[in-house]
């Protein structure tokens, strides 16, 4: 089991930078695949970006290649998202996951993990 904590939320102006950070306690940390996942009002939630376990390979969704980048220290236990050049439509809950079930991959499909953090609010105003 694993305990997942967001921070790093906040309310920003377009074209300006956040950077988001998961805490995660409990199992090795080393040992999860990880997410970031948002969810907007009114919207469903979304992939955002993905990290493999040892952090190799990363993953993103179309909207956000270029301005965003994940990153984890597993010696810390815990995984970024940096986010540049911010825009309106990027203001959501963000989400960390992670998942037992991929040992060399990631996955844009939320079933796929097991645990989630309760989210930070990011607000983006034009």
């Known amino acids: 089991q694993v305990q997942l904590v967001e921070s790093g939320g906040g309310l920003v102006q377009a074209g300006d930078s956040l950077r988001l950070s998961c805490a995660a306690s409990?199992?090795?940390?080393?040992?999860?695949?990880m997410a970031w996942f948002r969810q907007a009002p009114g919207k469903e939630r979304e992939f955002a970006a993905a990290?493999?376990?040892?952090?190799?390979?990363?993953y993103y969704t179309d909207s956000v290649k270029g301005r965003f980048t994940i990153s984890r220290d597993n010696s810390k236990n815990t995984m970024f998202l940096q986010m540049n050049s911010l825009k309106p439509e990027d203001t959501a809950v963000y989400y960390c996951?992670?998942?037992?079930?991929?040992?060399?991959?990631?996955?844009?499909?939320?079933?796929?993990?097991?645990?989630w953090g309760q989210g930070t609010q990011v607000t983006v105003s034009s």
């Open positions: 996951a992670a998942s037992l079930r991929m040992d060399r991959g990631t996955s844009d499909y939320g079933n796929d993990y097991d645990y």
């Open positions: 409990g199992r090795t940390f080393s040992v999860y695949a």
């Open positions: 990290i493999t376990r040892i952090g190799g390979n990363t």
